[in-house]
T-cell receptor
């Protein structure tokens, strides 16, 4: 099976802009989770989607949002970008949301 | 809240040395425990996991035992290789939180030839 794919791999934006990141889970997986990785805060959970419904949410401002489509692909959107949003954004998928998660390579977002 | 504490890094070892990376946790409920590894420029890969007390997870020569009495899940390897150089993350998930993983801060391991 193909692994979790994320696009784009690298992104440069300026403050105030918005950005959309995409994640395609492993075929058959219905749960997609998003994480933010920064040197200062480490890995932090953003949210999880299962069968197009947000099932769990981390402690991030409303500028961070997501959605999941009927084919389980997920997008994450960040509006009004701030310098502190510069990070590696990782997506993970699992079959049911309970059990082993498989991570994608991440999208490196740089905000200038 | 749930949390994972890893020993401070970085760690530098010579090839064939013994490795121990400490991990302790605090959790509501009965967590599952994981070790993930991140190689440079890549995402996270599951290294091993354990879902109940006294379970031992093992993979690629790495081992970790779920110790409920000490709330620990230390990672060990008897003989490290240069290719083991990476960042190692301890993580937990609790029942009812679905797929949410709570991670430790990670530790960078460098292995010298």
């Amino acid at each position: 099976k193909a692994g979790v794919t994320q696009t784009p791999r690298y992104l440069i934006k300026t403050r105030g802009q918005q950005v959309t990141l995409s994640c395609s889970p492993i075929s058959g997986h219905r749960s997609v989770s998003w994480y933010q990785q920064t040197p200062g805060q480490g890995l932090q959970f953003l949210f999880e989607y299962f069968s197009e419904t947000q099932r769990n949410k981390g402690n991030f401002p409303g500028r961070f949002s997501g959605r999941q489509f009927s084919n389980s692909r997920s997008e994450m959107n960040v509006s009004t970008l701030e310098l502190g949003d510069s990070a590696l954004y990782l997506c993970a998928s699992s079959a049911t949301g309970v059990g082993t998660q498989y991570f994608g390579p991440g999208t490196r977002l740089t905000v200038l | 809240g749930d949390s994972v504490t890893q020993m401070e890094g970085p760690v530098t070892l010579s090839e064939e040395a013994f490795l121990t990376i400490n991990c302790t946790y605090t959790a509501t409920g009965y967590p599952s425990l994981f070790w993930y590894v991140q190689y440079p420029g890549e995402g996270l890969q599951l290294l091993l996991k354990a879902t109940k007390a006294d379970d031992k997870g093992s993979n690629k020569g790495f081992e970790a035992t779920y110790r409920k009495e000490t709330t620990s899940f230390h990672l060990e390897k008897g003989s490290v290789q240069v290719s083991d150089s990476a960042v190692y993350f301890c993580a937990l998930s609790v029942p009812g939180a679905n797929s949410k993983l709570t991670f430790g801060k990670g530790i960078t391991l460098s292995v010298r030839p």
